[in-house]
């Protein structure tokens, strides 16, 4: 084969990896304008979600969500009476759970606190995704429950690797997969957002389902209202000291 020929071939092969790349940055930037302006999404450096969770039929469980950009988040669950608290702030996260009949603060695990991290950017894995050190690819178009969706795959920088579905005529997200390994074990779940709302001209999903992967059906989590920027004291995220022993009787 002569040289020019092969210099062609090379010249292609790259053409067509660059067009790839450029239709995934188009899809991404559809998706951005979709969901109300980049701009919009990257002014967001506060979040308050109030939402509740049907946890048996007839009974629902109350949960508000506090959330700093990159930084911090509180997680509220109020259950037959009693609160469940969990935060992140940082690189340290702690939770209580009087449920299981500890009143005082336990330190999350590293586990924990990772997956808490990917919750607490509230622009996502694909806004600047670069400068985030990730990667993505789209993989095309697929049928999902009879809606054509593109395929994202994107290489996390910590390794984990998250799947996005979005509606090809919408261009919002309708499901993410995400596969997560922590030392020998792998997990794998998706999240179906659906109820899409517009809260001070940027999109939120109002109905967001946890589901194992493959499942048919899972946990449906219903957001009643959004705050965007609000005040929020960050004392609330510091783990709060043991409570004092209880005094016995003389």
């Known amino acids: 084969m002569k040289i020019k020929t092969i210099l062609a071939l090379a010249a292609f092969a790259a053409g067509i990896h660059l067009s790839t790349a450029q239709t995934a940055d188009d899809v991404i930037n ?3 304008e979709a969901m109300g302006g980049k701009d919009k999404i990257a002014n967001i450096k506060t979040l308050k979600m109030i939402c ?3 946890i048996a039929p007839g009974m629902k469980a109350p949960i508000t ?11 509220e669950v109020e259950v037959q ?3 469940i608290l969990s935060a992140v702030d940082g690189d340290s996260g702690w939770s209580i759970n009087p449920m299981s009949g500890k009143k005082d603060a336990e330190r999350m695990n590293a586990d924990e606190i990772k997956e808490s991290k990917d919750q607490m950017d509230l622009s996502g894995a694909l806004f600047n995704y670069k400068e985030k050190g990730h990667s993505v690819e789209l993989l095309g178009k697929e049928d999902m ?3 054509e969706v593109y395929k994202m795959k ?5 390794g984990d690797i998250q799947y996005d579905y979005m509606d090809a005529e919408t261009y919002l997200l309708l499901k993410e997969t995400t596969t997560h390994k922590f030392k020998d074990k792998e997990t794998s779940g998706d999240v179906i957002f659906s ?11 109002h109905s967001m389902e946890n589901r194992e992967t493959g499942a048919a059906q899972g946990q449906a989590l219903k957001v009643e209202s959004v705050e965007i920027n609000p005040a929020i004291d960050k004392n609330m ?10 005094e016995q009787p003389k």
């Open 195 to 205: 109820d899409y709302k517009k809260v001070d001209g940027i999109m939120f999903a």
């Open 52 to 54: 509740s969770v049907e």
């Open 81 to 83: 009476g009693m609160k």
């Open 145 to 147: 429950e009879g809606t």
């Open 65 to 75: 969500m506090y959330f700093v950009n990159n930084q911090s988040m509180r997680v």
């Open 154 to 158: 994107i290489l996390k920088k910590s």
């Open 237 to 246: 995220f510091k783990m709060p000291p043991p409570q004092p022993a209880a």
């Open 30 to 32: 559809k998706h951005f």
